[in-house]
């Protein structure tokens, strides 16, 4: 909904989406396992059991344990994996795979964001190799995704980076910090109540399609409650998503902000010209 308009001089502001059940209908990582499978990098069995994974994902979302139990499985299955062939069948296949699930609703509010002036960035558990290219086709500004150790061209099975919840909040913080932006006016979006410390990190919270404890917990805050049910694919829209201007870039973390920030990927860094913005409330 849009209502009045911005003054222009106000701090930069931004919109940080979770991704997985709140701009897209499942995992981003577990929906390429067919993919992955028919690339070689897995058997049949590691695909039955991702789509378990997947099935319980989409059936009450995943708590701590859960995430962790995932992390650790998804870590030990990729060690060896070629990062380019990765990447190459992530590229082939994502307008197949994640084009026909990405929410309606969620598509509206990146282009209401992006209408006010706001940066968009997208903070996910998952892979950068699978997030940097979902996120470009969003027509995000910045990503935050986990990352693994890479030697010689390939996985090692541990993990560099991991974006998940009070780390995801600490990332945020950090890129407020270099971008300049008012964290008491910026958005965030989430399904999960492991991303309570990301949501309580801004001024406008919003829980997405919420686990059970996470709608627990936005009632006792009064937190915002978003329903989003409507996948579609971005051609069927109104074609009015911003697409980034510019290749994604990558940006070093530096001093003592390196572990918060090791994460980060910069899709293109735009700067919108000065003037009237209009606000979605």
Same mark, same amino acid.
């Given at each position: 909904?849009?209502?009045?308009?911005?003054?222009?001089?106000?701090?930069?502001?931004?919109?940080?989406?979770?991704?997985?059940?709140?701009?897209?209908?499942?995992?981003?990582?577990?929906?390429?396992?067919?993919?992955?499978?028919?690339?070689?990098?897995?058997?049949?069995?590691?695909?039955?059991?991702?789509?378990?994974?997947?099935?319980?994902?989409?059936?009450?979302?995943?708590?701590?344990?859960?995430?962790?139990?995932?992390?650790?499985?998804?870590?030990?299955?990729?060690?060896?994996?070629?990062?380019?062939?990765?990447?190459?069948?992530?590229?082939?296949?994502?307008?197949?795979?994640?084009?026909?699930?990405?929410?309606?609703?969620?598509?509206?509010?990146?282009?209401?964001?992006?209408?006010?002036?706001?940066?968009?960035?997208?903070?996910?558990?998952?892979?950068?190799?699978?997030?940097?290219?979902?996120?470009?086709?969003?027509?995000?500004?910045?990503?935050?995704?986990?990352?693994?150790?890479?030697?010689?061209?390939?996985?090692?099975?541990?993990?560099?980076?991991?974006?998940?919840?009070?780390?995801?909040?600490?990332?945020?913080?950090?890129?407020?910090?270099?971008?300049?932006?008012?964290?008491?006016?910026?958005?965030?979006?989430?399904?999960?109540?492991?991303?309570?410390?990301?949501?309580?990190?801004?001024?406008?919270?919003?829980?997405?399609?919420?686990?059970?404890?996470?709608?627990?917990? @936005? *009632? #006792?805050?009064?937190?915002? !409650?978003?329903?989003?049910? $409507?996948?579609?694919?971005?051609?069927? +829209?109104?074609?009015? /998503?911003?697409?980034?201007?510019?290749?994604?870039?990558?940006?070093?973390?530096?001093?003592?902000? @390196? *572990? #918060?920030?090791?994460?980060? !990927?910069?899709?293109?860094? $735009?700067?919108?010209?000065?003037?009237? +913005?209009?606000?979605? /409330?």
């Amino acid at each position: 909904m849009l209502g009045i308009v911005e003054n222009h001089s106000l701090p930069r502001t931004a919109a940080f989406f979770d991704l997985d059940k709140t701009v897209i209908a499942k995992s981003s990582t577990l929906t390429f396992s067919k993919s992955f499978y028919q690339g070689g990098l897995i058997n049949r069995r590691a695909v039955l059991r991702t789509a378990y994974a997947q099935f319980v994902f989409l059936a009450g979302g995943a708590d701590h344990d859960q995430m962790e139990r995932m992390r650790e499985y998804l870590s030990a299955l990729c060690r060896g994996w070629n990062v380019q062939q990765v990447r190459e069948i992530v590229a082939e296949t994502l307008h197949e795979l994640i084009d026909p699930i990405i929410y309606d609703e969620a598509a509206s509010l990146i282009e209401a964001h992006h209408t006010a002036g706001r940066d968009v960035v997208i903070v996910s558990t998952s892979g950068a190799e699978v997030v940097e290219p979902i996120g470009e086709l969003l027509g995000a500004d910045r990503v935050v995704a986990t990352r693994m150790v890479v030697e010689d061209g390939a996985f090692t099975g541990e993990v560099e980076y991991y974006a998940y919840g009070p780390t995801k909040a600490e990332a945020i913080k950090e890129l407020a910090e270099s971008e300049g932006y008012d964290l008491s006016r910026c958005y965030a979006y989430s399904d999960s109540v492991t991303d309570i410390p990301m949501l309580e990190t801004v001024g406008h919270p919003h829980a997405v399609n919420p686990d059970r404890a996470l709608r627990r917990e @936005a *009632a #006792a805050r009064d937190w915002p !409650v978003l329903s989003f049910n $409507r996948p579609v694919r971005l051609k069927q +829209r109104v074609p009015a /998503l911003s697409m980034p201007s510019r290749p994604p870039l990558a940006a070093a973390a530096g001093g003592g902000a @390196a *572990a #918060a920030t090791a994460g980060l !990927v910069w899709l293109a860094g $735009r700067r919108r010209e000065p003037g009237s +913005r209009i606000a979605p /409330l």
